[in-house]
């Protein structure tokens, strides 16, 4: 199956900077990447998705973008806030599949 | 609307005991899935469920059963409760019938001792 590794596992800033979280895939068929944010004693909430037929999307202040020639895809938040603190979780999946395959997740800490 | 939801929120069962752990979603949702959640590993696929009476394995599903009687509803049944099934247990859902734009549910916290 798919193997996801994530890096940082820990992350801290300072508040206004940015913050950029790092995934690699190793599944050439993966092609649908999601992120999701969990807030401590929280669910996963989806922030931002992507499709491999994109290299890049954005939301306000998040983006992603995508490399699939590398394989690896990242999470980019500009202009930190202390509400963005929380651990991220990056995933792949083939889309149709029936399974997503998450990293290990990034704990990130936005220092006021 | 509420979502998806899960009982208990917590758990403590003895090594050998059985339970069930609930999850319902009220958004007319075809996929259903079962992830647990272990430091240092993310989320792993349990079981899922791509329509009422079908259901299939994920990539840990030994020590559970599922079922998916109705739409609505989707149970996860610990067999003989082991300390290695520790862990927090996430339900999903998807309103299309594949892993995509999940909706978890709360969680719930079992500690197996």
């Known amino acids: 199956g798919e193997n996801v590794e994530q890096h940082p596992s820990t992350l801290s800033v300072q508040e206004g900077d940015s913050a950029v979280i790092k995934c690699t895939y190793s599944?050439?068929?993966?092609?649908?990447f999601p992120w999701y944010k969990q807030e401590l004693g929280k669910r996963p909430q989806l922030i931002i998705d992507i499709r491999s037929n994109v290299g890049e999307k954005k939301d306000q202040r998040i983006a992603v973008t995508l490399n699939k020639t590398a394989k690896h895809f990242s999470l980019h938040i500009t202009e930190t806030q202390p509400e963005d603190s929380a651990v991220y979780f990056c995933?792949?999946?083939?889309?149709?599949?029936?399974?997503?395959?998450f990293g290990t997740g990034t704990r990130l800490t936005v220092i006021p | 609307n509420a979502g998806v939801t899960q009982t208990p929120k917590f758990q403590v069962l003895k090594t050998g005991q059985s339970m069930t752990l609930q999850c319902a979603q009220d958004m007319n949702h075809e996929y259903m899935s079962w992830y647990r959640q272990d430091p240092g590993m993310g989320l792993r696929l349990i079981h899922y469920?791509?329509?009422?009476?079908?259901?299939d394995q994920g990539e840990v599903p030994n020590g559970y059963n599922v079922s998916r009687s109705t739409t609505e509803d989707f149970p996860l049944r610990l067999l003989s409760a082991a300390p290695s099934q520790t862990s927090v247990y996430f339900c999903?859902?998807?309103?299309?019938?594949?892993?995509?734009?999940?909706?978890f549910g709360s969680g719930t916290r079992l500690t197996v001792v």
């Open positions: 469920s791509v329509g009422a009476g079908i259901t």
């Open positions: 599944d050439s068929a993966s092609n649908y």
């Open positions: 995933a792949a999946s083939t889309y149709g599949a029936n399974n997503l395959f």
């Open positions: 999903a859902s998807s309103e299309r019938p594949i892993a995509y734009g999940y909706t």
